[in-house]
């Protein structure tokens, strides 16, 4: 059987702007033995599917159920943690940048109020291998790979297109109370960077007194504010740790430690390893 094509005829191309492949990972292994904290990716626009299993993954202050098949959409700046109650799925997992969708903010593909995460069922087998063979061609680094990897890739994003505005079933969302001020105070730290974060600054923007957003934020969420600041900290550490070269001192500033030592003792406490054998962990096999 022959199926041609259909050509443009005339019709004004599809506003994408220019997506580029940034990264492509695999996590299956001994990856998913350390946490992986809270943290966000800007410039970029991460997809996400889940290979095997079922758990939830925690997106801007909402936990969703996930499931193989699965594929999880973060837009730039978004918070997310997808180590909840210890238990991380493995995935495929590529990035990309220069994405610019009608009535969106740059590098952004899914609403604000719309469920980032999409049940693919018929067309689950088809995006797990478009990943697969882009994590593959990465993995071989051959002289075209970069290209080959690339418009894979697109053929990725306009899947992942046709899925959004199909409107998939959206993942069940639980309870959320949009004005509470737990969820207020959540939303306002997640906007700074970790550098500014401190119960002063949160305390003075709200206009309460210290000892009162700490009770608020722990009875809205079951652990203590410094506790969040120190996962948003780690969570930035662990993504300069997998992107970047830069030394341990250097990734403490970024993050307002002002001791290499104590953000050393601060990683390993969250995460289990020291951050130069996390950076080697994860940079193996190419990797980020």
């Known amino acids: 059987m022959q199926i041609h094509i259909a050509r443009d005829s005339g019709r004004k191309k599809m506003e994408t702007g220019s997506p580029r492949l940034l990264y492509v990972c695999k996590l299956d292994g001994t990856e998913l033995m350390y946490p992986r904290s809270a943290h966000t990716h800007s410039g970029l626009v991460e997809f996400v599917y889940v290979i095997s299993g079922q758990g939830e993954y925690e997106i801007d202050n909402v936990r969703y159920p996930v499931r193989a098949g699965d594929l999880v959409i973060y837009n730039s700046d978004t918070v997310h943690c997808e180590f909840v109650n210890h238990n991380m799925l493995p995935i495929l997992c590529c990035a990309a940048e220069g994405i610019l969708l009608p009535g969106q903010k740059p590098d952004c593909m899914i609403e604000n109020g719309v469920s980032p995460v999409f049940h693919l069922d018929e067309k689950s087998y088809m995006f797990r291998q478009l990943m697969q063979m882009i994590f593959d061609e990465a993995l071989r680094g051959n002289r075209y790979s970069h290209m080959v990897c ?88 662990q993504t300069l740790l997998m992107t970047t070269d830069l030394s341990t001192a250097e990734i403490s500033r970024r993050i307002g430690y002002k001791s290499p030592s104590y953000f050393t003792k601060a990683f390993v406490h969250r995460v289990g390893l020291p951050p130069l054998r996390y950076r080697k962990l994860y940079k193996k096999d190419g990797k980020s």
């Open 150 to 237: 690339q418009s894979l890739f697109e053929s990725l994003f306009y899947l992942t297109l046709d899925v959004i505005r199909q409107g998939n079933e959206k993942s069940a969302v639980w309870g959320r109370p949009e004005n509470s001020l737990g969820y207020q105070i959540h939303r306002y730290v997640d906007s700074q960077p970790v550098t500014a974060l401190s119960v002063s600054l949160v305390a003075g923007y709200f206009g309460i007194s210290e000892s009162y957003l700490a009770r608020v934020f722990k009875r809205t969420f079951g652990y203590s504010l410094t506790s969040y600041f120190i996962e948003r900290k780690i969570g930035e550490a």
